[in-house]
């Protein structure tokens, strides 16, 4: 009995079982090359909100409304997660400075770990399109947060795709295990038939020179009486 190819499925079932450290390589690959992008295109989007605040403030800072430019830059210092906003004029002389109470606890850990880094940024104030000075500060990027979501998923992806192909290649290995059984199966029921041909081929032969002794044993009887 010829044996049988391997369904597609199993098939590559069996590739990716025996490839699963590479894939877990070209993962790894994958999640940190995520992570660069990630990061550069969030600091991108924390320069786009600053310029915004800088744009907020030019026209108190233009007449001179400190109080006003001061606590709106407070509130973005909260809500951006800046650890230090200065602003300095065109001569580039610090005008102003706030700086936000040190972190705790958990984040406290994590930035000093450097897995919530601090990435300075800067944005020209503009009035009329009149430079009339510069925004400085140090933006603590939380996008870790973001990440361990995906590693997670990705976790879960590659924890899904490895139990499949375990299933997969356990369901291969069955069928060939049954395939290979019904081909034992199949010549040994071959075998046996071919045996119960010759017995009866046997028995045959044996009936029908038993029915010939019995008729020449007829005939001499009869030729003595």
Sequence with gaps: MSGRQPKPAAAGAFGLMGRWPAVLVLAGLLFGGYVLVANQLAAKAAEGRLAAHTRVIAVPLWH????????????????????????FDIQGDSAFRHTP?????????????????????????????????????????HS?????????????A???????????????????RVQARTAELAASNESLQAQIRVRQRAENALSRSGKSFRTILDSIDATIY
């Design 158 to 176: 590659l924890a899904v795709a490895y139990l499949y192909a375990r299933v997969v290649h356990a369901k291969g290995e069955l069928s060939e």
């Design 144 to 156: 870790l947060y973001q990440h361990l979501y995906v590693f997670f998923a990705l976790v879960l």
């Design 64 to 87: 001179y409304d400190l109080e006003h430019s001061v606590e709106y830059l407070a509130l973005a210092c909260a809500s951006e997660g800046y650890r230090r906003l200065e602003i």
């Design 101 to 141: 109470p040190p972190l705790e606890g958990f984040e406290r850990a994590l930035a000093k770990l450097h897995l919530l880094p601090t990435v300075t940024l800067s944005a020209p104030v503009d009035y009329a399109g009149e430079f009339i000075g510069t925004v400085v500060v140090e933006w603590l990027n």
